[in-house]
């Protein structure tokens, strides 16, 4: 079958995959606004670890860092019980979970923290459109308050600990969330990141901020259970790159010097971009690639087949299909995500997506 190299194992630093399907890291609102994921994340989560590898959706290191409602954190005790429950519950089910480890920056309502505070960024540059808030529907975002030079290094202690925490807890590895609009974009971006310091202006400038932050992670859990998602080229939450190719050339070469246990390269769906930024990285990066973004089981075998990535990340198609590496295997019918229900509170659109029934599944 040509999709057979997609159930062979893999190797991302210290974490062994028995195959290629990682369920791609999926915000899904079902924590509560102190940032404890639900008793049936746990169901939700085990029901996916046909994966080789799950990455959680993005969880926070801080209120600070929390800016969607219902979002989950990796700083609190209760948080932690939770999580550990899943990490179990994964790891009985037989797969492996990383803990995708972001801060939001601008792209933040306070009136979703559960806790007070502030709403910071590279700069005083808010995000443009709206977010969703439980209490009053779509607001405009908060305007942020620009993080001083001196707090860039507490930032990254936060991701450390967080990271500790998620090694502790069970975790085998962590993401540093560097794509998708969230702080460490903001500061690799031209139109977000305004800042006179040595954080900003010249590429080796915008690019320390995330280096300081990651090279923290891995100081606290080494560096063969990191990796680090990028989205070069992604405008998703306003974030324009202006001389995008040098930028993440540069970026990741330094990535590179790291030896990560991977690099995840989430090429842009919502806009396009003249350059096949997988490619890019490609060739400014030696160690395991995660890829992910609209791939379906050929395209993700090609891909793997070529060389190019060693595992790829499906999103939409895990959140409808929980059995998916299976569905693929028996060449069966995907079911279609909801997408009303991505980010609703309950089971609904959660743990109810059907699995093959047993006369399916027979060869
Ligand atoms: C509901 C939803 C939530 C998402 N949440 C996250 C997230 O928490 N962190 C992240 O890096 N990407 C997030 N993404 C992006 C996905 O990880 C993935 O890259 C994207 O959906 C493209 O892959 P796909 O075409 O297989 O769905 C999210 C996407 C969706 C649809």
Redesign the pocket.
Known sequence: MASDVLFTPTQLGALKLKNRFVM?????SRANEMGVPADFATEYYAQRAGAGLI????TQASFQGMGYPR?PGLHTKAQMVRWKEIVDAVHGAGSKIVS?I?HVGRVAAAANRGVKADVVAPSVVPAPGQIYTDASGFVAHDVPRALATDEIGATAKEFATAARHAIDLGFDGV?V?S??G?LLHQFLSTNVNKRADRYGGSIENRIRMPLEVIDAVIAEVGSNRVGV?V?PGHQFNGIEEDEMVPLYEKYIAELDKRDLAYL?V?RP?ANTVEEDVVALARGCFSGPMIV????DADSATAVIAEGTAAAV???????ANPDLPERVRRRAALNA?D?AT??TPGRAGYTDYPVLAAEETRA
Request: aromatic share 18%.
């Open positions: 791609a890291p999926l915000t899904r990455i959680t959706e993005a979002t995708q972001w993401e969330h794509a998708n969230y998602r989205s995840h989430m769906t992910a973004g609209g791939y990340a499906f999103g939409k198609s895990f959140i995500p997408e991505f980010y």
